[in-house]
């Protein structure tokens, strides 16, 4: 297993590379003019093509595109990612707590969807055509049919300003208040997690299903094994193959899913920073968080694949 990771990572590096090159390309095609958004709306007419100037310098897009992208690397690879025209600092300031606060909204979620959407999954399997796997499917029917935006406006509209229990939007302002964290977390948290279950307990449950179905499940219960032990150390574990693709791939989708409800409830992270960067034309912000949210992916891809080694023996990683 070790041979085959040093070699998917150095399989990566092409990968993102690519990646780069592609983004930093579309993001340069894009209209908009960032350092015309940086003037000052009270310069002077005549004062305006010396400041342009003078931004585009220090910005280094007076230069070729090809020379933008090799200093971009350049600076990639010391750690720097930029300087953001809309906040005017450097990026990685910018996105540091954001992406705190990304990682806090969707730890939640991916605990929560998880759990939930694997007993939900295997109860409907169990119970099938019973009135538990009716309720889930119409549950995932549902959950699949409607977007993140309404489903985050209806729980808004119930809990926030009829039911007055927890805040419509926005974050504490105590950041050591656990209470108050909890309570702007609700919204958000419910939201994303409705939208993650709709897909995954109907994946967990046909996945379940196939599993029940195969020869080595009527053999392990005509040798007298309890359902629990048939049901959870049989037919689960070689149901994960499946459960583990769409799992794992919840984490990049989670990352950007997030967009919408981050705009919904006022939260700070990636995704509402990514909103507005696009909105101010702010091209390093865009390029960055591209580039992790690419990265994200790869990187699921490749612990998707280590993870089908450890849970089927039988697998083996060339």
Not at 67 to 77: G, L, T
Request: charged share 15%.
């Amino acid at each position: 297993m070790i041979k085959y990771s040093i070699k998917r990572i150095f399989s990566l590096i092409p990968v993102i590379f690519a990646i780069s090159i592609v983004l930093f390309g579309l993001n340069k095609l894009m209209p908009g003019d960032p350092v015309a958004m940086m003037i000052p709306t009270n310069t002077r007419p005549d004062q305006y093509e010396l400041v342009y100037a003078a931004i585009e310098e220090n910005l280094g897009l007076d230069k070729p595109v090809p020379v933008q992208y090799v200093n971009w690397v350049r600076n990639i690879a010391q750690g720097e990612l930029g300087y953001s025209t809309t906040y005017n600092k450097p990026v990685k300031d910018v996105l540091a707590e954001p992406l705190k606060n990304t990682i806090i909204l969707n730890g939640f979620v991916l605990l929560f969807s998880l759990t939930i959407s694997i007993f939900a999954g295997i109860w409907s399997a169990i119970k099938r055509g019973k009135f538990v796997d009716q309720f889930w499917q119409v549950f995932s029917l549902i959950g699949m049919s409607m977007p993140s935006f309404f489903i985050g406006l209806c729980l808004i509209s119930i809990f926030a300003f009829k039911l007055k229990w927890v805040p419509s939007n926005g974050m504490p302002t105590d950041l050591g208040d656990l209470g108050a964290w909890a309570r702007y977390l609700v919204l958000p948290v419910a939201t994303l997690t409705i939208m993650s279950l709709a897909g995954t307990i109907r994946y967990v449950r046909n996945a379940m299903l196939d599993a029940l179905s195969q020869d080595y499940i009527r053999t392990a219960r005509s040798k007298g094994l309890s359902e629990k032990v048939v049901i959870y150390s049989h037919a689960f574990r070689n149901a994960l193959i499946p459960i583990i693709t769409v799992v794992i791939a919840q984490i990049g989708t989670l990352f950007s899913g997030s967009m919408v409800a981050e705009q919904i409830f006022s939260w700070n992270g990636l995704g509402r920073v990514l909103v507005t960067a696009l909105n101010r034309r702010d091209s390093m912000t865009v390029i960055a968080l591209n580039m992790f949210y690419a990265i994200i992916y790869l990187v699921s891809n490749f612990v998707c694949d280590l993870a089908y080694a450890l849970v089927d023996p039988r697998i083996k990683l060339d």
